[in-house]
Structure formats: C-alpha cells, structure tokens
C-alpha cells in the first residue's frame, strides 16, 4: 500500500490546471459573452447557485466552456476558477472541448452496429472531413460515437442535438449533412440582415 505522500506527491495534491494552451491562455473574450453573463447575473440576483443555470446558457451559446470563459464567471460570482471547474468537471453535460453547433452522435449500440452504424460513421467523416471526436473548423458540425441512443426500432440511428434521425443509410446522412448546412447559410443571412437592420 502506498502512502498518502507517493499518491499525491511530496509537494501535496495538484490542482488541474485549466488549461495549457497558450493559445487558448491569450483567448480574447468576446464581448458579446461578457454581456450575456453580466445580463443574467443582473435578472437573476443571488449567489452562487446560479453557477449552473449560467454555465448551461454560456456553453449553450458557445457550444463549450473554455478556460477564460469558466474564469469569467468565477470572477463575476466570487467563486474561484478551480471551484468552477470542479462543477464543470464532475457534469457530464458540460465540455471544456468545442463542439459544433449541430452535435451528431452516431449510435453504437448492438442494434445500430449490426444494422450498419460504422457505414453511417465513415460517411459521416467523409462528407465533414472530420472523425470522430473532431469539430469542423467552422465549428459547425462536431461528430461523437455513442453507445445507445435508445432508438433501437430506428437502427442505424444518429442524433442531431437532441433529435433523433433513423432508419438511415449512406445516402440519407450525406442529405442529412447538406440540409444542416443550409439551416446554417439561411441563420447565417438572417443574422446579416438582422445586423444591417440594427446599423
């Protein structure tokens, strides 16, 4: 048995570090975020238990918690950054890595293997040009491999966000792809406009 000072080190227990990225380090935060927590924080006094709800409308928008973001938000609530990451670390709904606007999950599951998940998967990663795991540089799209999506009458099976697409084959997830990426161009005009409109 190893005592306590081998299993934590001789200089005690090491705190993560939120990031080692110097890129990410130097990461401006946009205004528009800053914004977004300083308005919740006003419509929503009280403590720290607005922690969560904050961090859920923050990765909402962003599509992840980064560190100058999770720093953020300790600064305005008073908390410190290893506070905010242990919240964020131990949810499972939270990420530290980006992810796409359109989050698909490939069902993995015994029904979607055996009735063709990894065809719809090397589809997928070849009309995003991305594998699993990644995020397209546009952080569009971001492609995960799940275990069970609990669609198994849908076998094979992908979700979009929180909505389910099934009975798919190769073809169908391409379509899928280049219907997501339309939603995209036509938000994308709309906000243009919407803009223009507020100059």
Known sequence: MQDL?????ASGPQ??????????MSEPLDPETVWMVDDYLANHPGGSERLIPLLHRVQGRLGYLSSPVQQLVADKLGMSAIEVYGVVSFYHFFTTVPRGRFQLKI???TACFVRGGQRLETALEDALGISVGGVT???LFSLEQVRCIGACGLAPAVMVNDEVHGHLDATAVRKLVRRLKNIARKDAAAAGV???DAS
Do not use: K
């Open 107 to 109: 069902c993995m599951g």
């Open 194 to 196: 919407e803009d223009a």
């Open 15 to 24: 705190l993560p570090v939120l990031t080692t990225d110097p890129d990410e």
């Open 137 to 139: 540089d546009d952080r």
């Open 5 to 9: 000072e081998t299993m934590v080190g």
